[in-house]
């Protein structure tokens, strides 16, 4: 028996080269475009941007009955209204809240202009142990948030 062998006709490897090659280029040529249409919408077409920054400048919680007294300070570029504060997570009541420095210095109705600060005091519903750390969050009424922990027995 005698086996006939055919002759098979095949890519030439510099065509398949060159095929591969250009396969190559055009998946980076989609995910370049891809990528930077992606990356174009999230940086040009983003959401406003929050200028309200307040920063914790002292405080004085030495007396634990007595509450803590706090002096913030708007470090942004804008004018700051505090709209509520959290203490450990609990909203405080604006009755809770007493203005030291303006005496308008209260819950929505203060504007701090930048480099203006505000000194209040908060009283906690419960009175914590002495040592222990207490976080304080102030939300401002343009969605800014500001977030501090002061220690009870402490000053800073």
């Not at 930077?36 to 309200?52: K, M, P, R, W």
């Not at 701090?112 to 969050?137: D, N, R, Y």
């Amino acid at each position: 028996m005698i086996m006939k062998m055919t002759a098979r006709k095949a890519v030439d490897p510099i065509i398949a080269t060159l095929l591969l090659i250009a396969i190559a280029v055009a998946a980076g040529i989609i995910v370049y475009v891809y990528v930077n249409s992606l990356a174009g919408g999230l940086t040009q077409a983003g959401g406003q941007q929050v200028s309200d920054q307040i920063a914790m400048d002292a405080y004085n919680y030495g007396t634990i009955g007595s509450g803590v007294t706090m002096t913030v300070r708007d470090v942004g570029s804008g004018t700051v209204t505090i709209n509520s504060i959290f203490f450990d997570g609990i909203l405080v009541p604006s009755g809770s809240l007493t203005a030291q420095s303006p005496a308008t210095c209260a819950i929505g109705t203060v504007s701090i202009s930048p480099s203006g600060t505000c000194t209040f005091t908060l009283s906690p519903a419960t009175a914590p142990t002495s040592g222990t750390s207490h976080v304080v969050k102030i939300l401002t009424s343009s969605g800014g948030t500001s977030v501090m922990t002061v220690v009870a027995g402490r000053t800073g």
